[in-house]
């Protein structure tokens, strides 16, 4: 069982950055996907970004693509996904969750994603 840990929610103005970091109880395995998703009130829950461990490669939203970066630290074990240019439409709960048998394919789709932390609140506001 994979314990996750998301920080670094808050509230900014629109235009703002911030950055969030995901922790898990354990290392992280080669096969892993770590992938933010986000949901806001009354929304279904959507897919932000994700990342896979072992090969660093990475996918995005449309909706975020050039605005919002994920990576890796290996050295601390976490997934961080820095947030620019955000805007109030990027309020939302964002929840980190580990994939553990991710393909390129699968790393968008939150059904194949097997942990999943409490949430973070981030508000944009206007």
């Known amino acids: 069982q994979v314990q996750l840990v998301e920080s670094g929610g808050g509230l900014v103005q629109a235009g703002g950055s911030l950055t969030l970091s995901c922790a898990a109880s354990?290392?992280?395995?080669?096969?892993?996907?770590i992938g933010w998703f986000r949901q806001a009130p009354a929304k279904e829950r959507e897919f932000v970004a994700a990342i896979r461990w072992r090969l660093g490669d990475k996918i995005y939203a449309d909706s975020v693509k050039g605005r919002f970066t994920i990576s890796r630290d290996v050295a601390k074990e976490t997934v961080n996904l820095r947030m620019n240019s955000l805007k109030p439409e990027d309020t939302a709960v964002y929840y980190c969750?580990?994939?553990?048998?991710?393909?390129?394919?699968?790393?968008?789709?939150?059904?194949?994603?097997?942990?999943w932390g409490q949430g973070t609140q981030v508000t944009i506001s206007s």
């Open positions: 354990q290392f992280f395995y080669a096969n892993d996907a």
């Open positions: 969750a580990v994939d553990r048998s991710s393909t390129p394919a699968t790393m968008k789709n939150s059904h194949d994603y097997d942990y």
